[in-house]
């Protein structure tokens, strides 16, 4: 017998297709001229990271190296670390890592090439390794040190959050619907989440959107099976959210509209972002959370509701040029910028 589909992957899921193809200004044209071994900053992400194609760029202006391992193109580089001194060779050229970022490198976008699923697992756990012991280690700055895929998990989010003082909505974790019905408090609508990542990716490069799901507690009649663990909260109207970058102490508030959470993705042309001011208590909070996750950098998502600001969630991993592309400003780009430029020095080169 074929089990059923899990909930949050029956409503016809929002694909896309995440391009593994270079738009990095240093991976194409070469990284700029400077001694060797050469200071750099090395980002793990994946080739879809519109964010650091724009650092790349800004760096390579001010003569500092960017090193980038991308999840989706890694197979096949040609690359040596010697974890005694931290120097990392790449096609040829030594660079000394200064900042670490893991960002999106994903091993599930990682095309190992090899038909056996064996071998695929078994290139994808090296990379994994290497990456892991990458950011580990300790002559190089590593942003956001504690955070990891998945980590800090939703639910200590929410644990923390609600210690700093923030309103969280009332929580089960659940494989039954009904169950979630009647253990939340009220009699409104409840809102389904993925407890863990907000896609999957069943082949390299073809993500499957799993957006939260607004479901009527009328709607559910006898047992309601999931499929799988869920986050099942009580519906918190709100007319915009309130979205908190954190970029090395500096927070820069923006208030979004959107129709559906999953608008981002589906329609961006629905959402109106503009700057706003950030409460000071919410603020006081915000530097809480990020100290209790040593962040360096991410984003904080709050509702924006008549009695106060309900926590969401916190996105170390963030993208930031479609807020700043809503609300015409730049601050969050110079504010990553200047987190960066703290750390490396500037070197005037030649790309080669």
Not at 156 to 162: D, F, K, P, S, Y
Not at 180 to 192: F, H, I, N, S, Y
Not at 241 to 257: D, N, P, Q, S
């Amino acid at each position: 017998m074929t089990a059923a589909l899990p909930l949050l992957l029956r409503s016809h899921p929002h694909l896309t297709a995440a391009s593994a193809e270079s738009l990095d200004f240093q991976a194409r044209v070469g990284h700029p001229t400077g001694p060797d071994p050469a200071p750099c900053v090395l980002v793990l992400t994946r080739a879809a990271d519109r964010e650091v194609d724009d650092l790349s760029l800004w760096l390579a202006a001010r003569g500092t190296a960017l090193v980038r391992l991308d999840s989706d193109r890694c197979v096949g580089t040609d690359v040596q670390w010697d974890p005694l001194t931290g120097l990392l060779a790449r096609d040829g050229r030594t660079f000394r890592p200064r900042v670490c970022w893991l960002r999106y490198f994903d091993v599930d976008a990682l095309r190992s090439g090899h038909p056996a699923p064996d071998a695929t697992l078994h290139v994808r756990d090296q990379w994994q390794a290497f990456v892991t012991a990458l950011t580990a280690h300790e002559g190089v700055r590593t942003l956001n040190p504690a955070a990891r895929p998945g980590t800090p998990d939703r639910l200590t989010q929410l644990a923390a959050a609600r210690a700093a003082g923030l309103r969280v909505p009332a929580t089960l974790v659940t494989t039954r619907l009904d169950v979630a019905a009647r253990a939340l408090p009220g009699t409104g609508d409840l809102l389904v989440k993925s407890l863990g990542r907000h896609c999957v990716e069943p082949r390299p490069g073809r993500l499957l959107g799993v957006y939260p799901q607004r479901i009527p507690r009328t709607a559910l009649d006898g047992t309601q099976h999931t499929g799988a663990p869920v986050l099942v909260q009580e519906y918190v109207a709100a007319d915009r959210e309130l979205r908190i970058h954190a970029v090395g102490g500096t927070l820069i508030g923006y208030a979004v509209t959107r129709p559906t959470p999953e608008s981002l993705w589906t329609r961006p042309e629905s959402i109106t972002v503009r700057r706003c001011d950030i409460p000071a208590d919410v603020a006081e909070a915000v530097r809480e959370l990020l100290d209790r996750f040593r962040l360096d950098l991410g984003a904080v998502d709050l509702l924006d509701t008549p009695t106060g600001p309900v926590f969401l969630e916190v996105n170390p991993e963030f993208d930031w040029r479609w807020a700043e592309h809503g609300a015409g400003d730049s601050d969050t780009t110079n504010a990553v910028r200047a987190l960066i430029a703290a750390a490396v020095p500037a070197h005037r080169g030649e790309n080669r």
